[in-house]
């Protein structure tokens, strides 16, 4: 008994010892920031290494706004909308990735504006088009922030996901999650001890040397994709929230297996089964630019006149769907 209680009182001293040091050196270990290597960089670069974006523990990255950001403080591009929704408005959400936000063209510029110009221009009841996309975003990040999108009372949601769920990556959004909900409990629980820093902080690099021998997997598989899909669709229907599905532009092929242009296609078939299997509205953008070079400033995203003419495309498609509309 007597050697117990002397181990453990050598192992105590030896930890305060050990703490000392480390308050003493001013040590922190802050896990959910440091890079996770190859498992999770592309996750990693948004979350915490994107000053127009914030780590979320759900969504593990949402819109900051600030003086610079071109997010409003609820998080959409352009400017703030009325809570509660004004009477007689037809409210439309534009959910995607950094496609639907308007990468690198200017804020008036984007598809989601240039629909809000066009039916701005018409006659009948008002239409709002909100532009709720964000870059490297996936179906498994949409799904969490459409939920949050209800509470802006939208009537219609274009939902345009794929190519980011197509990404390879060693580390799923599902997983990144899960694991960095581990750390982040193992953290407040511990935030006090330099010790127990320490020991998640080894943890982490074990963590990491066993992630770089993992197969490459997509962020979000076909199936969790589908159903991402489905349970959007599902709470729209709940709410009154008419769900359009969007496939995802993009040009040219690949039959590179690190490539997400190599799997994208299987997506976007994906988004015109669940679609049909749903009954809801499908617009094949694919289909309707992927062969117009001219029109996209790089592989995945519009150009200015690729924002013109997908916000006349959209427009065109979604008028029998708006109320008392004209033909035009």
Not at 13 to 22: C, D, H, S
């Amino acid at each position: 008994m007597t050697r117990i209680l002397f181990a453990t009182g050598a192992f105590v001293f030896a930890l305060l010892v050990v703490e000392g040091a480390l308050r003493l050196i001013d040590y922190h270990y802050s896990p959910v920031k440091i890079g996770a290597g190859v498992a999770g960089d592309f996750q990693e670069e948004h979350a915490f290494r994107d000053r127009n974006l914030v780590y979320d523990p759900t969504l593990i990255w949402r819109p900051l706004s600030g003086q610079f950001s071109p997010f409003n403080p609820q998080g959409f591009r352009g400017l703030p909308i009325l809570t509660p929704k004004p009477a007689g408005t037809f409210r439309i959400i534009a959910l995607g990735d950094s496609n639907t936000f308007g990468w690198d063209v200017d804020d008036g510029a984007n598809w989601p504006a240039q629909l809000q110009t066009l039916f701005d221009q018409e006659a009948g009841p008002r239409v709002e088009v909100v532009n709720a996309g964000v870059w490297g975003y996936t179906s498994f990040q949409g799904l969490a922030r459409f939920k949050e999108l209800l509470t802006f009372e939208p009537d219609m949601v274009l939902v345009s996901f794929g190519g980011n769920d197509a990404h390879q990556v060693q580390a799923p959004d599902v997983d990144y999650v899960r694991g960095h909900d581990r750390i982040e409990r193992i953290t407040r629980a511990s935030r006090n001890l330099r010790v127990a820093q320490l020991a998640v902080a080894g943890w982490d690099l074990v963590g990491t040397a066993a992630a770089s021998s993992r197969a490459m997997v997509p962020r979000v598989s076909l199936d969790d994709y589908r159903s991402h899909l489905s349970e959007m669709i599902a709470l729209g229907r709940a709410r009154g929230t008419i769900v359009v599905l969007l496939t995802r532009p993009f040009i040219g092929v690949s039959d590179d297996p690190k490539s997400w242009k190599t799997y994208a296609p299987q997506y976007n078939a994906a988004t015109v089964e669940v679609g049909a299997a749903e009954k809801v509205p499908v617009i094949d953008v694919f289909g309707a630019f992927h062969d117009r070079e001219t029109l996209f400033d790089d592989e995945s995203h519009f150009g200015v006149e690729g924002h013109r003419q997908g916000a006349h495309f959209l427009a065109d498609a979604l008028r029998p769907l708006l109320p008392s509309r004209p033909s035009a």
